[in-house]
């Protein structure tokens, strides 16, 4: 038999930095994916390959064994065969379009593409909220990225035209409503192109500063903490990312019942605050996301904000149709003027979470996004 499953990767509307300390963030699927088609073959090992490329490691390989874009992969049959599953040889073929190093979750698109597709494979069952919960283990243990539970819930669980509400505490999921074109907006993400090396260490300095301020306040996490408590922390650098920590916990709650009322147009004015606060007391930003969201608010955007882990990647955009043109365009004089490549700008829909794709279909299909 052969399984093979499409899995995106995400944009977070808003609830950034907040996943590590039980938050609430609220993502979407993007209609770019990765697809991974799982074969068993004889003998112990798994043979991947993407782009031209092979790698091979031991079913039995452990963290550190691997390395670069394959490690993802061994990191999921790793979790798996952790978690008491018992792993045959596999044929494993990538395929994606979903841009690297655009903070738009790349790797956790590819740890449960492969880790859907080896489920289904093995006929194991598992839902996909355990799928999600594996493929994160192989991104914090065997990749090594400390990183937080939104991205692989987010590409396991998303459904088109709705936003997906994660309570970070519990896990627990609901969708919400995102008719962006019905209310005649769109929603435009740029990809910066800026990359800075920056965000693996700064990351986790972020998660240590936010589990000091939590622990200042002897609380499990900043999940509960209210404004006032936060306002008495002794050490102004906990103080500062604690701010921002509790400030967009609030700001996914307003965000959300405004969509829950079908007003998308009215969560503008909390992107933007969502931007200032990650720019000036996460401190997480760089100056080609300044640049883009400054650009775009002064073209007419309702909002706009860096989405992401940040030091690069990608911003998003809200923006009522009839402002799009204006918009790109100021952007990419904006970044000409600074003598940067320009950026890529694309008017994006919420997409499908993970799914399986048909094996006769001669190559995996994902929508065409709107190209501008
Ligand atoms: C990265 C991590 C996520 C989350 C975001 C910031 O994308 O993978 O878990 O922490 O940064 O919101």
Known sequence: ????????????????????????????????????????????????????????????????????????????????????????????????????????????????????????????????????????????????APTGAMDQLASMLSTPGHALLIDCRDLSTRAIPLDLASAGLR???????????????????????????????????????????????????????AQHVVSEIARVREVTSILDVGRPAGIGAF???????????????CEELDVAVEAALSAGALGARMTGGGFGGSAIVLVRAEGVVAVTDRVQTSYARRGWDPADIVALQPSQGAHRVSCRAPRPQVDDPALI
Do not use: K
């Open 187 to 241: 929603l435009l993400v740029v990809d910066t192109h800026a990359t800075h090396a920056l965000l693996g260490s700064e990351y986790a300095d972020r998660r240590r500063t936010c589990e000091g301020a939590a622990a200042a306040l002897g609380l499990p996490s900043l999940r509960d903490a209210t404004a006032a408590q936060v306002a008495g922390i002794a050490d102004a650098g906990q103080r500062r990312r």
């Open 1 to 144: 038999m052969t399984a093979r499953w499409a899995a995106p990767g995400r944009v977070n509307l808003i609830g950034e930095h907040v996943d590590y300390q039980d938050g609430l963030v609220l993502p979407f699927a993007l209609p770019f994916a990765t697809t991974a088609t799982v074969t068993r073959r004889p003998g112990s090992e798994v043979v991947v390959t993407s782009r031209g490329e092979a790698a091979r490691f031991d079913v039995d390989s452990e963290p550190g064994d691997v390395e670069g874009w394959a490690a993802y992969v061994a990191g999921v049959v790793w979790a798996m065969r952790d978690a008491g599953v018992s792993i045959p040889g596999l044929q494993v073929e990538v395929t994606s379009d979903v841009p690297v190093g655009a903070g738009l979750s790349s790797s956790a698109a590819l740890e449960c593409a492969v880790a859907a597709a080896v489920d289904d494979e093995l006929d194991l069952g598992m839902t996909p909220q355990r799928l999600a919960a594996l493929a994160r283990r192989a991104e914090n243990t065997y990749v090594g």
């Open 271 to 285: 992107l933007t605050a969502s931007h200032e606060s990650l720019r000036d007391d996460f401190e997480v930003s």
